[in-house]
């Protein structure tokens, strides 16, 4: 039996080496760069996805020839995953191609501090929107421009987190450009910062300090047709909005101790805690109004207590508690977790959308976008049954069952050469698959189309075993010998 599975095994794993050579998977590393560096960059940044020939370059919902993408995966995380690459090789061409992300990011920067979903270097968005360096420059009247920052998807917030990395190495501490940039960011993101700590969709200015602190509650009745009402300036949690937010705050005060992130980042998780719903759906919503009830954004997402953004809340709390100690952050928990159980759908997956009150799942009518109890004719785009939740509520109910030291310990990574041989082991698998993938030129596809997105998923499983194989020393080196 063992011959015959040898046989059936593909080439590439017969080949593949249990603990890859590092010095072969480092130089896999340096291929891609110099592919991206040298024949995707646009002013330094990166589009989400390119034909093969490098005629086209596309951004979600939009395709160009000098397109660059601030929404995952583009230029933020690919310039994350230089940094990252930068730090466990030490190698300079990592950390210039960081740079020139960097400088693309530092280029398209709004005037009210944070960035676009993407930028087409063509000329168009020069005249539309009002950019940081326009103000530079002397150019402080908008006008009929633009400048709305977004955190939808995770855009500024993946770009302050890139710029956050870069300029807390050693080798940024002088380049003022960077620092300048981030530093006007991370202030604008904490001015937008709501009294109750939710942040809007978009903002272009400071929050309204005197906008009400209230606990979330039911309204009394709600639209069952799209009222198609401006929602940027909503309460969002929609796609994670706020826990990538509350994320990059603490890794920022992780690297500056600056005070005003830790603060900012409970703030947040005091109005996790406001915005829980009350019985008999303690869980939350993806939006609210500023009276703190549910409300709806695209026409595809309604009024809800959602199966998605719940999960993410309980999650970013359950952190909060790990790094602060403070428990006030765990008592939302136990009743969210009693609602999940009681909404279980017959076939084991979580509803997206759960009506208000009733708990009963809420879909929409491919094409017409009605609003059903029926999951039979559900629109393609969009996850309205999601297959993931109990998974990630078990995983959540593991973390919690260990001490909080534990937990504590393994947000600072790795300390000896035994865990760190452990960490390079246990992407070795990961690895050989990027090595075999790894196209001729240097890149990876996903489909017909070069895709950023399998760049930084190959380079950071890739830069996890370099770095753990490098800090493994005599461990690592001993196991690779047997």
């Not at 960059?41 to 490098?54: E, I, N, P, Q, R």
């Not at 583009?74 to 940094?83: D, F, M, Q, R």
């Not at 020069?126 to 006008?143: F, I, N, Q, S």
């Not at 993410?312 to 952190?319: H, K, P």
């Amino acid at each position: 039996m063992k011959t015959l599975l040898y046989f059936l095994l593909p080439l590439s794993a017969l080949a593949a080496d249990p603990l890859p050579d590092p010095a072969k998977v480092s130089a896999a590393m340096k291929k891609a760069v110099t592919f991206y560096t040298e024949k995707l960059a646009v002013h330094g940044g990166y589009a989400s996805s390119w034909t093969k020939d490098l005629s086209m370059a596309f951004v979600e919902g939009k395709k160009g020839r000098e397109f660059v993408s601030t929404q995952p995966h583009g230029t933020t995380t690919v310039g994350l995953a230089l940094v990252r690459a930068y730090e466990a090789t030490g190698d300079q061409q990592f950390l210039t191609a960081a740079r020139s992300a960097a400088g693309s990011l530092i280029e398209t920067q709004l005037a009210s501090g944070g960035w676009l979903a993407e930028y087409d270097f063509s000329g168009t968005y020069e005249k539309k929107y009002h950019l940081r360096r326009h103000v530079l420059a002397g150019d402080t009247e908008p006008g009929k421009r633009d400048s709305r920052s977004t955190l939808d998807d995770n855009k500024t917030q993946s770009a302050l987190l890139f710029l956050l990395e870069l300029a807390n190495l050693p080798e940024s501490k002088d380049d003022k450009p960077l620092h300048d940039c981030l530093n006007f960011g991370m202030d604008s993101l904490l001015g937008a910062q709501y009294p109750n700590g939710a942040w809007p969709q978009q903002f272009d200015k400071p929050a309204d300090p005197t906008t009400p602190v209230i606990k979330a509650h039911y309204p009394a009745d709600w639209p069952r047709t799209f009222p198609k009402e401006n929602y940027v300036s909503f309460y969002t949690l929609n796609d994670n909005n706020m826990a990538k937010i509350v994320e990059m705050l603490l890794r920022a005060y992780d690297l500056t101790k600056d005070k005003r992130f830790m603060d900012s980042a409970k703030k947040a998780g005091d109005f996790f805690i406001l915005a829980q719903m009350p019985e008999p759906q303690p869980g939350w919503a993806q939006q609210y109004n500023h009276e703190m009830e549910p409300v709806w954004a695209r026409k595809f997402e309604p009024p809800c207590v959602s199966g998605g953004e719940s999960l993410s809340t309980m999650e970013t709390l359950y952190q909060l508690y790990v790094v602060t100690g403070d428990e006030k952050f765990l008592k939302p928990l136990p009743a969210a977790f009693a609602w999940y159980e009681r909404s279980i759908l017959p076939d084991g997956q979580y509803a997206r959308f759960y009506e208000l009150h009733t708990n009963k799942p809420l879909y929409f009518v491919k094409d017409t976008y009605e609003l059903v109890y029926d999951d039979s004719n559900l629109p393609t785009h969009y996850g309205f049954k999601l297959d993931f939740v109990k998974r990630d509520l078990d995983r959540l109910k593991e973390q919690m069952a260990k001490p909080r030291e534990e937990s504590l310990a393994k947000r600072q990574g790795p300390d000896s050469e035994k865990s760190w041989t452990s960490r390079a082991k246990g992407t070795a698998e990961k690895v050989n698959v990027a090595l075999s993938s790894q196209q001729p030129e240097g890149y990876w596809l996903k489909g017909d189309e070069i895709d950023a997105g399998e760049f930084v998923r190959h380079v950071q499983a890739m830069t996890i075993y370099v770095e753990g194989a490098k800090k493994g020393g005599a461990a690592f080196a001993k196991l690779r010998a047997h």
